[in-house]
């Protein structure tokens, strides 16, 4: 069943630390003066979904279902809405705080929250998820968001669904957006849409913390 699915990706332990270079490089550190993605005009909600304490609000996708999570144990995942369809999902996440992964922050910047958030997901899956666009720095709003995306894997190593992650901070705590396909798209068309809902979401964020001067730090 497709919204199955769902809990296979949100329920990920996001508590695996990542130490070193980080898998995506210093290289990566060019902060491009737009999106990757342009938001989709008058696709979100008048409605906010927001962390449990508030440090974050957003508007969520038009038309769509909130999931109560409540009852299910999902390690720091916070929010998640799904279309009617049950073919994606829109997952806010929280990513631990460690002071091995601030040491990371404060030596990788933005990137480290992109490293840190791909190897939670991979530990739990090895060889099962792979890397289809490395972290992209933005800024937005001035702010500084970082994005990745991944795809999961079949047997035969087809990519079955793809997945686009933006991580944040509010400059005590670290989230990430995750826009989950449930399903594989009948279109490539539609994980080019579904990335710029996310975008569109993204960009309606508060609570996000401005950049500093270099761009690259917190």
């Known amino acids: ?47 906010y979904l927001h962390s449990p304490s508030g440090d974050i609000v957003a508007h969520y996708p038009k038309g769509w279902l909130h999931v ?14 799904t279309n009617h369809a ?17 040491r990371n922050v404060e030596r990788d910047g933005m990137v480290a929250l992109a490293d840190q958030s791909f190897a939670s997901k991979s ?17 937005e709003n001035g702010k500084v968001l970082a994005s990745y995306e991944y795809a999961e894997l079949g047997p035969d190593s087809t990519q079955l669904v793809h997945n686009r992650v933006i991580l944040f901070t509010t400059g ?14 009948k279109r490539p068309s539609e994980t080019i849409q579904n990335f710029r809902l996310l975008e569109s979401v993204s960009a309606s964020l ?13």
């Open 172 to 185: 005590a705590k670290f989230y990430e957006l995750n826009m989950v396909e449930l399903a594989s798209p």
């Open 68 to 81: 109560d999570i409540h009852t299910i144990p999902l390690d720091n995942v916070e929010e998640v809405y």
């Open 123 to 139: 530990a739990t899956a090895p060889g099962k998820l792979a890397i289809t666009r490395p972290t992209d720095l933005y800024t």
């Open 206 to 218: 508060e609570g996000v913390a401005e950049i500093r001067p270099d761009t690259t730090g917190l």
């Open 86 to 102: 049950r073919s994606v999902a829109l997952v806010l996440s929280e990513i631990p705080s460690t002071a091995e992964f601030r």
């Open 1 to 47: 069943m497709a919204y199955n699915r769902l809990f296979a990706f949100i329920a990920l332990p996001f508590g695996v630390l990542f130490a070193g270079c980080g898998m995506f490089g210093k290289a990566q550190r060019q902060v491009l003066p737009v999106p990757p993605y342009s938001p989709m005009p008058g696709a979100l909600s008048d409605s």
